[in-house]
Every structure is written in C-alpha cells, then in structure tokens.
C-alpha cells in the first residue's frame, strides 16, 4: 500500500512543481462548489494519478485542486469516495493518506447529511464532535503500516477540540450562530437511505445526522496524526413529523442554501491561523 501511496503522491508533486498544502479539504455530495473560491494554481483529474479511485457519485467533479485559499496552500479533493461505489476502506482512505504525504497538517471534511435532531433546520451546519461507525470495516483493518501511524490508534477524540471551538467562535462571529449546530454523525453503508425504523434506531442510539462518508477518512486522519474539523449539511430531516421521500434535486438545492455559509466558515479558520 505505501508504494502505491508514495506513486501517487510522487505524481502530484512532479505535475504542481511539488506544491505543498498546509491543508487538506475533502468536499461532500453538493458542495463543490467551495472549490471556486480556491485561486487554483494546479488542478489534477483523479484519473490521471496514480493508483487513485475515481468519482462515480452525481456532483463530485472527480479532481484534486492545489492552490490558496484564506492566504494558506490547500489541497481540495473535488469530490470523494464511497463504500457502497464499491471501493474497499483503504481505498476510501487513501486521498488522505495521499495528502499527508504532500505536507499537509490538519484536514477539514464536508458532507450531506440526514438530521436526526428535531431541533436541526434543512440547510444548518453540523459541526461534528463524534461518530458511530455503522459501516463494515474501517481502513486499519490489516497488516499495519508503520510508517503511517500506531497498530492501535486512539479514537478519544477523533475531532480537534482546538479546531471544533474555533469553528463555534467563527460561526457566531459571522452570524451564523443559530444555524451551526453539533453533534454525533451516523456513518451508514448506503447507497440505500434509511427506513423509518432505521432512523429511530439511529437516534435513540445517540446519532444527530446521518450520511455514508466522512468516518473512514476521519480514522486515517486520526491514525496519521491529523487534527480533523469536520462539517455536515443537513439537506433534509429524518425525525417523525418531518420525514418525508427524498428527492436528490431537493438535497442538492439544500446544500447550495449552505454552501456559502461553509465556504465562510471555513476560510474564516483558515484566515484566523
């Protein structure tokens, strides 16, 4: 795996006159459009690197973008990958690994989510601060490569508190307090969304959101060391009274109502660093 790693990275490096983010940003399913904000200095296709997955999902560009953004050198993953598309956890995993080699030191993630919360609102931001891995697998299943990180990582805090509570303050400095929530994400297999049942279950075992991301790249962050924020958009509401069939043209509008908010939020972290 660390061959295949080391190519890819060896790649980028040799095609952006071996650019080095201090950032990595992975954005989720309708929120691509972050990436116009980046003064993009090299733009690659995932297709063209290395070992690399390749986006099949509706709305994930499929390219990795290196340039600014908020004065600090990003790498944005335009797009990412999926258990249910049919890629294994290492693979899910292997971006972030990828962007660690290139140099970045913390790694902010986004993604579409379900609200479980009653209290949550179509369109608000959920700043996560832990997880439930209902997902079969994670991408530490296997013989453990050292020069990644530890056999056995700890997961007390998968979410950089420093991180989680400079996001809070800069929410509330933008006005955007009432509509930045918190709480537990819910990672699922997909690509089936969830039953009324499920979504009871979900809750009452202490799940705010749901989605089929973000967890497995979350626990390569930790294993590598990253600091880690992660962001969900709640694109529609799953608790009783509020559900309802989901029509993706609805979730992606969802999203857009958000995006700008999260593209605010997030250069306002890097602006502040």
Known sequence: MHQFLTEAAAYIQAHSDNFQPTTGIILGTGLGAL?????????????????????????HAGRLLLGTLGGHSVAVLQGR????????????????????????????????????????????????????????????????????????????????ATLLARARAAAEALGQGATTQRGVYAACPGPMLETPAEYRYLRTIGADAVGMSTVPEVIAARHLGLPVLAVSVITDLCYPGQLKPVVLSEILAAAAVAE??????????????
């Open 35 to 59: 990436a116009q904000e980046v003064e993009v200095a090299y733009s690659l296709s995932y297709a063209d690197i290395p070992h690399f997955p390749i986006s099949t999902v509706e709305s």
């Open 260 to 273: 700008p908010r999260l593209t605010a939020l997030i250069k306002a972290l890097l602006t502040e660093s």
């Open 81 to 160: 990958f999926h258990y249910y598309e049919g890629y294994t956890m290492q693979q899910v995993a292997m971006p972030v690994r990828v962007l660690k080699l290139l140099g970045i030191s913390q790694l902010f993630i986004s993604n579409a989510a379900g609200g479980l919360n009653p209290e949550f609102g179509i369109s608000d931001l959920m700043l996560i601060d832990d997880h439930l891995n209902l997902l079969p697998g994670n991408p530490l299943i296997g013989p453990n490569d050292p020069d990644l990180g530890p056999r056995f990582p700890d997961m007390y805090a998968p979410y950089d």
